[in-house]
């Protein structure tokens, strides 16, 4: 589903972001990616969003080189990927259902097309009787609970997810990780960042540390610490 | 059908989110273009009213008469070949009697004056008008060795100097014209500008779940179009509303006419309004250029 071939980027000013990155993630696999602030898995997930460009490397996504991507095309990928960032990235105007239509609406999908399955991804994500709440009137868990929703409503086969857990407490953190594998089951490849130690560890799914943009560790059930593999 | 009523919504919420924003682009472009088509009306003002000027007898033949041996049929003859000229719009002949009433109309106040005056002594004349009165030397170098002429009086310096005035007026207008609607394209950039950092993290989130440029695009291509034509519109009827307030203005002056046709005006502003258009999606296309890379 994602395979990345010797994939570098380097930012302006010189500043090595990813190196020499090769990675391979089969269709409906779960994989962690860990490392401390600056490692490289922000820049990962923006480089399998389009959102940067390569500099050295190749990226293939459902069989597609996206490097070689055109820009007019770049929107037609991300309607492929599902995203969750840490801050939620919600429109406070908008209502829960609203936020979860929008990503349908802005791909011009029909309105009864938009009712019906933003109905039933609030259900899905437990939040089909806050449907007209606004942002504001939601916890953290719920907000992100909508986002969620909101990036798997059209039914992508990847879900990237940057830090989804950052700001939530511990709690909430395994609800949404409960919803995130709930997601995996149904065939979707999900890739999250993240520095949670114990959400890492409960979920014992695959593990790919980096450490200053290079990969260190690759372990299918592992942990985010090294050398206490199963 | 669904999408192009999304967009024009968008389009909708987008101004009724920043009023402040709207207004001052509105207001900018509406007070651009009320000064665009006051230079407009200005300069037809002014052609008009030198194109009354310019009209009447641009070159008078004073001709010689039968104590000179110079008869009525070379009088005839010489009209005809002057009135066959490129250069002459048309002519008149006014006879020695003509020449006697015009003079007393002239000097109707002087009744001693034309008392003395012998209708004999006032010579026969052929009255000149020409299609371009830029080129009244040569008519007069043409004329002023013809056996039957006795002077050419042309109003050369005078009709050149009009014509230079309007010439210069009309340029100026039309610079100040071509400079607010420059500015009219230059403000509306800066609002859809404004509005697309009003609207950043929504425009992110559009990239994020895929909408293609076109979509996050046309709303701000909408609104600097309906920001252009409410712009254009108010600048029409403020115009509108000066117009028989200036035509007033002007009747109390004899010599100066302050107002333009109907069609004329009309024409005009249906020109300005598409105009305004045509600004606010230049001014769109220009605001979002750097703001909406992939």
């Known amino acids: ?230 | 059908m669904t999408r192009p009523i999304y967009l024009f919504r968008e389009a909708l919420v987008n101004m009724w989110r920043n009023p402040m924003v709207v207004a001052g682009a509105v207001l900018a472009v509406f007070v651009s273009l009320t000064l665009a088509l006051g230079a407009v009306v200005l300069g037809e003002i002014v052609r008009v009213n030198t194109v009354q000027w310019q009209d009447g007898d641009h070159v008078i033949v004073f001709l010689k008469g039968s104590a000179d041996g110079i008869t009525l049929e070379s009088h005839i003859g010489l009209e005809n070949e002057i009135a066959d000229w490129e250069v002459v719009e048309s002519t008149r002949y006014v006879d020695q009697t003509g020449a006697y009433e015009e003079f007393q109309e002239i000097f109707a106040n002087s009744p001693a004056l034309i008392r003395e005056v012998d209708p004999a002594s006032l010579p026969a004349s052929i009255r000149i008008q020409l299609s371009d009165i830029s080129r009244w030397r040569d008519v007069q170098l043409r004329l002023i060795d013809k056996p039957a002429v006795r002077s050419v009086t042309a109003q050369g310096t005078i009709l050149e100097g009009i014509s230079g005035l309007t010439t210069g007026l009309n340029l100026g207008a039309f610079l100040l014209a071509v400079i607010q609607a420059a500015a009219a394209v230059v403000l509306i950039a800066n609002t859809v500008r404004m509005a697309i950092y009003a609207r950043r993290d929504e425009v992110g989130i559009m990239k994020l779940v895929g909408a293609s440029n076109w979509f996050i695009r046309i709303p701000f291509l909408v609104e600097g179009v309906l920001e252009g034509l409410l712009g254009a519109g108010l600048a029409v009827a403020t115009v509108a509303l000066i117009r028989p307030w200036m035509a007033d203005a002007g009747s109390a002056v004899d010599l100066i006419q302050l107002d333009v046709a109907d069609g004329f005006f009309w024409r005009r502003a249906a020109i300005l309004v598409l105009f305004g258009g045509l600004a606010g999606l230049a001014g769109s296309t220009l605001g979002l250029r750097r703001f909406l890379k992939v």
């Open chain 1, 1 to 230: 589903m994602i395979r990345l071939q010797d994939v570098t980027k380097i930012y302006d000013g010189g500043t090595v972001a990813v190196s020499d990155v090769a990675l391979d993630i089969p269709k409906g696999e779960f994989v962690f990616l860990v490392g401390p602030s600056g490692s490289g898995k922000s820049t990962l997930i923006r480089l399998l969003l389009r959102e940067e460009e390569t500099t050295r490397g190749t990226i293939w996504v459902a069989g597609k080189d996206i490097t070689k991507l055109p820009s007019w095309k770049v929107p037609y990928l991300r309607r492929t990927i599902g995203t969750v960032f840490q801050d939620f990235k919600l429109l406070p105007q908008k209502t829960v259902a609203e936020n979860v239509a929008f990503a349908l609406e802005v791909i011009g999908r029909p309105r009864t097309v938009v009712h019906t399955q933003v109905s039933q991804v609030l259900e899905l994500v437990g939040l089909d009787g806050k449907a007209e709440r606004f942002p504001h009137q939601l916890s953290g868990g719920e907000q992100q609970r909508v986002s969620v929703a909101r990036a798997f409503v059209n039914r992508p086969p990847i879900l990237l997810c940057d830090e989804p857990t950052g700001n939530l407490d511990p709690g909430t953190s395994v609800g949404i990780m409960r919803l995130l594998d709930r997601i995996n089951r149904t065939g979707t490849t999900v890739v999250m960042a993240t520095h949670d130690h114990a959400i890492v560890d409960a979920m014992r799914r695959r593990v790919v540390a980096l450490d200053d943009g290079r990969v260190t560790r690759d372990q299918h059930t592992g942990r985010y610490e090294e050398g206490v593999a199963q």
